[in-house]
């Protein structure tokens, strides 16, 4: 069964994302956290450019190595971790220092645009990837979803950005429950990450509408809503 997809996120009241712009306390960011809990999410899923702060930087293929071959498909490594997180890097661009991320199991989803030597390079560190796209780096996200689902037990996900992302789970109709923590900041800088992102939409017409299911007060003077896509 498809697991059910919640997209977690906390917008300005102008609906942009870059949080380090912002003057707002450290509570906020644990109200995300808490309210992000109370879904018991089996993982939590971001985009490359949001996973970079947590990344040992740039994957660079090791000089002078002969070419490798790896075989194909999906790769599960052994872990521990019980709650996974998982990154869309479809050409296989960032360096990891270990196999998890604030304790959860990393996995990789991949593209065929990924090299070779970046499969192998994930099965040396232990960290399991998924191939999920053909060389033109687009990723299959309903693939994507149900595998994470068939091979990895994921019965709830957390989509949590950035905006290239959840646009890109919200286009292809595969996100369920929209929960918003709405912050207290008018951002208002053009050009920044906005809450759905999509590239290459000309649509004249709004991607989705959507149906508010509850809004209600938090801490740190955040507003928590809760909405369904509706078609
Ligand atoms: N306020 C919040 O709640 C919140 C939450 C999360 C993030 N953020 C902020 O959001 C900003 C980043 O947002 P963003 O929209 O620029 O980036 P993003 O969504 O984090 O990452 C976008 C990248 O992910 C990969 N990707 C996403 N969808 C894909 C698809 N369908 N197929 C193939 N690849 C896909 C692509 O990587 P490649 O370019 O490598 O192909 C794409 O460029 C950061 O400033 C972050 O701090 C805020």
């Not at 870059?18 to 879904?39: F, G, K, V």
């Not at 033109?136 to 996900?157: H, M, P, Q, S, Y």
Request: positive net charge; proline residues 4%; charged residues 30%.
């Amino acid at each position: 069964m498809k697991p059910y997809v919640i997209c977690h996120m906390m917008p300005s009241i102008d609906g942009r994302l870059r949080t380090d712009r912002w003057n707002i306390p450290d509570a906020a960011h644990e109200e995300y956290d808490r309210t992000a809990d109370t879904y018991r999410a089996q993982a939590w899923l971001c985009g490359r450019v949001t996973m970079e702060e947590f990344a040992n930087g740039r994957w660079r293929r090791p000089a002078g190595r002969r070419s490798v071959r790896v075989e194909k498909g999906d790769w599960i490594a052994p872990r521990s971790a019980r709650r996974l997180a998982v990154v869309l890097d479809s050409a296989g661009k960032l360096a990891w220092k270990k196999n998890e991320v604030e304790g959860d199991a990393l996995v990789i989803v991949l593209t065929e645009a990924a090299p070779a030597a970046y499969l192998s390079y994930l099965r040396d560190k232990e960290i399991s990837y998924v191939v999920a796209g053909r060389r033109d780096g687009e990723i299959n996200l309903a693939a994507v979803v149900r595998r994470l689902g068939e091979k990895f037990g994921v019965k709830r996900l957390l989509v949590e950005g950035g905006g290239k992302t959840t646009g890109a789970f919200l286009a292809a109709g595969l996100i369920d429950e929209i929960s918003l923590l709405l912050t207290p900041v008018a951002d208002g800088r053009i050009g920044e990450p906005s809450l759905f992102d999509t590239e290459g939409n000309h649509s004249s017409k709004a991607l989705s509408n959507v149906r508010i299911q509850s809004v209600r007060k938090i801490g740190a003077g955040m507003f928590w809503l809760k909405a369904r896509p509706s078609r």
